[in-house]
C-alpha cells in the first residue's frame, strides 16, 4: 500500500496505486467503500460557528494540541461522518495532525437558517472555517483535503483570490474533483450513472422540500419528482437560490479548470482514469505540465473516491498523508 515517492520535480505522477485484483472496474471501485467499508465512529467535537450572513456551520474536531491542522471537504450530500472523511481524519491524525472535518450548510443534521445551501463553487464558508481554525488554535502550518465537489471548492478557492489565502496554509491534497462541472453533469446523466443519480437526487429533493417549508414561495416544487440530471435541478434550483442566471452560468462560473492556473502553492490532484463520474477535461494534463504547483496523479483504477486496498487505511489516505508532509 506504500505510494511511491513523491517525485517534486514531475507535475505529472506516474501514479503507485495498485488496485486489488477484484475490484475490476470504476463502479466497483466507486461502490464498495461506500458500502461494505467499515471505519470506527470518531470522538469527534463538534463546534458551531456563525457565517457573516447569519447562518452557522458545524465543524468535528479531532484535536490533540497539535501545531499543523488539516481541513477536511466532504462531497455532495456527504458530511464529516462519511466513511471517506472518518478514514483521511484517521489517519491524519494518527500521523501528527489536528482534523477539522467540517459540514457545509445542511449537511450536519440540522437545516441552515438562510435560504442559501452550499454548491461546488462556495468558498467564502471555506474561508470562513478556515481562518476560524487557524485564530482558535494558532497553528504554524495547515493543509486542505477535499474530496469530489469539496475538491472544486478548495481548487477554486486556492485559486480565484491567491493573495487572501492565509499564509500559514502551506499545501493541499483533493481526489476525484469534476473540474469541469458542465461537462460532468452530463456525464453523470448517462445510463449507466442511474443508480448514483437516484440516490443524489432523492436527498437533493428533500433539501429542498426543507427549504421550501422553511420559506414558503422560495421556491417552485411543480415537477419535482421529474427532474432526473443534475443541470435540470441546478436550473431548478442551485442557480436561483445562489445568485446565477442558469445552470450553464453556475457551471461555467464555478468550475475549478478556470482557477489552476492561479494557484500559488503546491496542490496534489488525484483523478483515477475509471471513475464514472468524470470526463477527459476533468484531467486537467496540459495545464499540470506548465503549472509549478499543481501535481496530477491519474492511476488508472481507483472509481470515485474508491482507491480500496487490501488494508483498514486506503491508498488515498497514505498518499494525502504523503504529500502534505513532503
Known amino acids: 500500500l506504500e505510494p511511491n515517492s513523491l517525485q517534486v520535480l514531475m507535475p505529472l505522477i506516474t501514479s503507485g496505486y495498485r488496485s486489488p485484483w477484484w475490484l475490476g472496474n470504476g463502479h466497483l471501485h466507486t461502490l464498495f467503500p461506500f458500502l461494505l467499508r467499515r471505519v470506527p465512529e470518531l470522538p469527534y467535537q463538534r463546534e458551531r460557528i456563525a457565517t457573516p450572513d447569519g447562518d452557522f456551520l458545524d465543524l468535528d474536531w479531532l484535536s490533540s494540541g497539535n501545531g499543523r491542522l488539516a481541513v477536511l ?3 455532495l450530500e456527504g458530511s464529516s461522518r462519511a466513511k471517506y472523511v472518518r478514514g483521511m481524519a484517521l489517519t491524519l491524525h494518527g500521523r501528527g495532525w489536528d482534523v477539522l472535518a467540517w459540514n457545509f ?4 443534521g440540522q437545516p441552515n437558517l438562510r435560504p442559501r445551501l452550499y454548491h461546488s463553487g462556495v468558498t467564502d464558508d471555506l474561508h470562513t472555517v478556515l481562518s476560524h481554525a487557524l485564530r482558535r488554535g494558532g497553528y504554524s502550518s495547515a493543509a486542505l483535503v477535499g474530496f469530489s465537489m469539496g475538491g472544486n ?3 477554486k478557492y486556492l485559486g480565484e483570490s491567491p493573495a487572501s489565502v492565509p499564509p500559514q ?19 453523470m446523466a448517462r445510463p449507466e450513472n442511474a443508480l448514483y443519480m437516484r440516490r443524489f437526487l432523492r436527498s437533493l429533493h428533500r433539501k429542498v422540500r426543507e427549504k421550501n417549508s422553511r420559506f414558503p414561495g422560495l421556491l417552485d416544487l411543480n415537477g419535482l419528482e421529474t427532474i432526473r440530471t443534475f443541470p435540470e435541478f441546478d436550473d431548478r434550483f442551485t442557480a436561483p437560490l445562489h445568485g446565477f442566471a442558469d445552470a450553464r452560468d453556475y457551471y461555467s462560473r464555478c468550475s475549478a479548470n478556470r482557477f489552476l492556473g492561479n494557484i500559488a502553492l503546491p496542490v496534489l490532484l488525484v483523478n483515477a482514469a475509471d471513475d464514472p463520474f468524470l470526463v477527459p477535461s476533468c484531467f ?3 495545464q499540470a505540465r506548465q503549472h509549478p504547483y499543481l501535481f496530477l496523479e491519474c492511476p488508472s483504477r481507483g472509481g470515485h473516491v474508491g482507491f480500496a486496498g487490501p488494508a483498514a487505511v486506503y491508498w488515498s489516505e497514505l498518499r494525502a498523508a504523503e504529500f502534505l508532509e513532503t
Request: glycine fraction near 6%.
Open 105 to 108: 450548510r445542511g449537511c450536519s
Open 169 to 187: 496554509l502551506r499545501a493541499a491534497a483533493v481526489f476525484s474533483v469534476p473540474c469541469d462541472l458542465e461537462r460532468a453533469a452530463r456525464a
Open 153 to 155: 471548492q478548495i481548487l
Open 73 to 75: 471537504s466532504h462531497g
Open 284 to 286: 486537467p494534463k496540459e
